[in-house]
DNA sequence: CGTCACATTGATGTCTGTCAAGAATCGTGG
DNA sequence: CCACGATTCTTGACAGACATCAATGTGACG
């Protein structure tokens, strides 16, 4: 565990950065103070509404939020899980208002940063714009490998990539351990994620139980083995597009509280 | 019909960044300098392979080009189709290497530009950078459409919404008139787009036509009732995010092939 | 003219949705 | 602390959407 996490709490966007882009000390001090946690927010709160013009740029500094659309007659789709260290709206001046809606999904800190405190940054530092650039970029790979596995996978197989992806990710900001992570999804979520309804959400999980392949417990997720289960739904990292793995430490989880 | 495209051919690149920027005649000029077809492929090569390193930048300018994912068993999903006007891969300098294919769905004609020459443009003009900017969110909108009707709807609309908005997407490069366009998918193709069988995707496109909201003939597709479609799967044009409505012109389609 | 991909249709099976009813959990207020 | 309602979670019976298997027809192309 380097110098990066020796605080009383890393700043999740520096720790996820190390597994995109190379940067200096400077870099990351200059990262760590414009992105502080500013704003807390209740679970099911609004960040961004649909048709909203954009105001500034938020990133998730602690807890989950996700990002979604309602289609037809009042169905939601959840089209992406914001964790920490996820930026909500990177680009949205660019697009105008917002063509969907983003929440709190548990109670989280968020950061609130101006557009142009961001344009003055990436100006700035051409090192930090291109790690801000592939932050994004795996976001839209994310989005692509979710559409391949709604559009090709089984529930079963669809609900374990997802839980492959999640316990990942939060290694990668290190809110999980090796096999085991925060999960603050509740059925009718993951049902709305998946495409697929509550009640099959409900069966799906049972047959997974049952195969050993998961362990669900106080909101939390447990894979006895990683390995069987990246197997059983065809994980592949290759589209998270990390320069490199995630030491295999026994990292914090829950979020690290400890002092040095 | 405005000056854009008063010559032999227009570049449909600078035809659909009249939806999403306004640019002046010098942006035009670079664009149209830079942009220029110069490779002919055959139907089913590739352009980008995945585990690619990028070696530049491709636009399309003729044809249609789509994305795509194999995901367990050799099943293939579509993750997106490139019209001429589209670029396959902006930003891949950034991500590594590619985790997806992109091959020529027609024979189609790309313009191949070297990384730096972009960059160079970009760091020149920086409207011309928001332009560019605007076209690949554009894309990881739609990329979320797919994802949401994926999740919610059903086979039927899943099919009418995306003939929406291939119509749509063609009319802003001219290539469709107001009520019909070219449609050069296989049943096959729109199976591995919709995540549906080939089979089902023939019974819900006989269903489509006897219910009178398509017709197809010559890989061509003609709606009769634009409208009537357009609410039949929910149709809303905000993901695409266009600054105005196109022309309600009987556009040229196919592509404009008469000297002035 | 044969081959091959595409397209169509029917019969049947499987996955997932719908309807219905309970049980467990959780936050809140008395 | 307990009661209460509200949300989750679970299970069963059934229905519908879509997949699979099989057969046939069509058209492009060598």
Redesign the interface.
Known sequence: MDATVAHHRANPLILKLRYGADLDAGDRALLADLFRADRVLEPQQDIVRAGDRATGVHLVIEGFAF?Y?I??DG???I?GLLLPGDFCDL?SV????S??YIAALTACTVADVAQDRIDALVFRDSRLA?AL??AT??D??I???????????SAD?RIAHLFCELLLRQQLVGAAGKRDCPLPLTQPMLA?I??ITTIHVSRVLRDLRMAGLIQLKDRRLHVPDVRRLRNFC?FDT??L?L?REPDDQDAASPPIRARP
Chains 1, 2 share one sequence.
């Open positions: 990002r659309k289609v037809g169905q939601r789709q089209l680009q660019v697009l105008g208002p063509d969907h291109r650039w592939w970029l795996v839209e790979s989005l692509r490998e979710w559409l391949a596995s709604m559009g090709q996978r197989k709305d998946l495409g065809d290759s589209y597009h320069v």
